[in-house]
């Protein structure tokens, strides 16, 4: 099984001892072209040492394969692993009764008195061990590998003090040696102020967020860096001066944006070639452009739509003329979104923001990989690919976005070692 | 275990032979007084014979279980298994393409002429062999038992003429066979004119869906009468001469009603004293007395709500203040709700609807074991209850309609034999 091969085999040459022909299956590719999906029926691909040697119908496939080792898929659909972009995965607690007490009827006051909102949740993960955070995590981790997931994005955010921003990136960064997935963090510090910040959200960045994001960046921990604008968050000079110092690092940044309100958040994150802004609800048509200009990805969160009752959808349409690529992900975090399935985020990208499964599929593999800065080695079917694959019991792509609440995913293909 | 041991051993004494204790756990009970979700900490329950035989804390456990055999729950929720009371889980192939030109902008003449809506699943449901039937909607049965199901209501009405009703509903008994499930079946071929009567509704009636009632409820295939009462369906006076029939034969009746506009349907059925009366969307707030006053349940079905974007909520708060039971169900359907995961339908019933998690959990418990007239064997933790049980990995009840699309099941208890 490939499950256990180790990728420095790919340096060396053992003839076909890695190598296996996987047949009798349809394929998405999502390579870009004419064909929906970049669909190939009666398909086989070859792997060898976790990469994906070739691809094709099974009836071209060389005669160099001949000798391969073999698998038939029985006819099932094969589309590369699905690819998180947006979550905040690693948190303490959860906001159960908050939500129970708003759907009783309590007051916004009357929550805020039970000490409710997104400060209960720094509260709760500053509070709890190492082990219980990555007990806690590795639950909703393994409900999205349950949906074919290859890589998840984990954000910081609910530490708020250099230390416990950098322990969430620990833990998010250990999940990855816990199970055979790949994780992308985010630095996310400017996500709300602290308690003991209230008001002085300059200070915070002073003291916290941007000598944090070196350290943090130092010890490895950061692959890219984020920050939530928004009134309630972080002004557009104040994202400004974080996002300098990301550059100043190295580091590609994203952006929380136009999730409540337009601050025009989108376009500051663009002028910095952010990798991806997320949300957009409220993001201006005219301002679209800029994100096209500039390669910025859209990350569409509809979990949050949902969950927040919101009304204003992003501009898909918008987006979709101007050619800007958009990621569906599951923003899984205890407050807007206690969502933790990646096919489930994908119907309600179709039937809230009016995504095609196509584009809902396009956008938790190609585009998802995009957002991340993987480029074609996750998120595509095709020769150099790693060969992350998710195999399906469905007769059809457009399947995965239709059904809710399914579980539809037969098996993985990894390469990944987990312990 | 409790899985392989045959009902009848309930009328043997056998001492303390198939008697088993369980303790360590949260017990939402799902009694009714001033206990939210009737829950006991600390608790225990005693099972003999796939019945409950003791309830309560586990200090006050009586002496005489000291040397019955004990299982440490571990800290986890209990709470009564759920039950999915309205389905229609039995069905041929699925309508992923019509959702996917749907969102690639097709109009409805243009689906209608692709052979979408309703029709095409009677087609593909004539079309499939009982064993193709069978392994499909085992797929979806499958899923609702992952969500800690152990009753389901499955209704007939792709077949449309006597025999492929009939058809459909000893495919849904035979599932009860196949999986650890209680199945409770609906006559519904008054769901739908097929093409062959278009137009010609009462001819329908007294040709197939009529007779064919008297013939499957004489083979014991009906446990409950149902019809589509819409402009679109079948009228008041039509459903009323399919339930003239149903009380000649002492069935119970059951009605969708209200869904896309106000019928009345739902007051009709009220005067039939029927179970329940199902959707709700457009009931008027001045007809929520008679459902009261009759005792009839109401059964919401937020899935199809979702995923036909509707608007209009059904009239929750009026039947909350008039004592109406209120059930949640998938209505698993491949048109209008393909939703395969109870657990989603309480979230949507909170989220879209407004229901408490209290509210959503007795409406797949409590509410939902009395609109299918199972009294109180199952859907509540009591002394002489069915053991019945769910287990779960969460630490309060609301957390099951807190989270969206997790999984968070342990284990079932169950007295029910699989193949």
Redesign the interface.
């Known amino acids: 099984m490939y499950a256990h091969i180790k990728l420095y085999h790919r340096f060396i040459d053992v003839g076909f001892m890695n190598t296996r022909v996987y047949d009798n299956c349809l394929l998405a590719t999502m390579v870009k072209g004419d064909v929906p999906y970049g669909l190939i029926s009666d398909a086989a691909f070859c792997l060898r040492d976790g990469y994906i040697e070739w691809v094709g119908e099974a009836k071209a496939l060389p005669p160099i394969y001949r000798d391969a080792a073999k698998t038939d898929l029985g006819g099932a659909l094969v589309t590369p692993a699905l690819i998180d972009c947006h979550t905040h995965l690693v948190h303490g607690g959860?906001?159960?009764?908050e939500?129970?007490m708003r759907?009783?009827g309590a007051t916004y006051e009357e929550l805020a008195r039970a000490g409710g909102g997104i400060l209960s949740t720094v509260k709760a993960t500053r509070a709890a061990s190492d082990e219980e955070l990555t007990r806690q995590s590795l639950?909703?981790l393994d409900?999205l590998l349950?949906d074919g997931v290859a890589v998840v994005e984990i954000k910081s955010g609910y530490g708020l003090t250099i230390d416990d921003e950098i322990r969430m990136l620990r833990i998010a960064r250990r999940l990855g040696d816990l199970r055979p997935v790949k994780i992308v963090t985010t630095w996310l510090a400017a996500h709300t102020l602290p308690v003991e910040y209230k008001g002085e959200a300059d200070r915070y960045l002073d003291e916290v967020a941007i000598p944090g994001l070196e350290r943090a960046a130092a010890e490895g921990l950061v692959d890219s860096v984020d920050g939530f604008c928004e009134t309630i968050g972080f002004s557009v000079a104040q994202i400004a001066r974080l996002f300098d110092k990301a550059v100043a690092l190295g580091l590609p940044v994203r952006l929380h944006a136009e999730q409540l309100s337009n601050q025009r958040g989108a376009v500051l994150a663009a002028e910095y070639q952010a990798l991806s802004v997320d949300h957009l609800e409220y993001l201006a048509k005219s301002d679209v452009a800029a994100l096209a200009a500039a390669g910025t990805g859209a990350v569409l969160l509809p979990?949050a739509f949902?969950?927040l009752?919101q009304s204003q959808q992003p501009p898909v349409a918008a987006m979709r003329d101007a050619g800007v690529g958009m990621s569906v992900a599951t923003d899984c975090n205890p407050g807007s979104?206690?969502?933790?399935?990646l096919?489930?985020a994908m119907n309600l990208a179709?039937?809230l923001f009016?995504?095609?499964?196509?584009e809902a599929l396009r956008g938790t593999t190609r585009e998802a990989a995009l957002a991340l800065g993987l480029g074609s080695e996750f998120g595509t079917l095709i020769k150099g690919g790693r060969g992350e694959l998710a195999v399906w019991?469905?007769s059809?792509p457009?399947?995965l976005?239709?059904?809710?609440?399914?579980?539809p995913l037969l098996r993985r293909i990894s390469a990944m070692e987990a312990v």
Chains 1, 2 share one sequence.
Not at 94 to 97: C, E, F, I, T, W
Not at 354 to 358: D, M, N, Q
């Open positions: 959860d906001r159960a009764g939500f129970e759907l009783e639950v909703r409900r349950a979990g949902y969950t009752r979104s206690p969502l933790s399935s096919l489930l179709c039937n009016g995504l095609t499964p196509e019991n469905v059809h457009a399947q976005s239709y059904h809710i609440g399914a579980t």
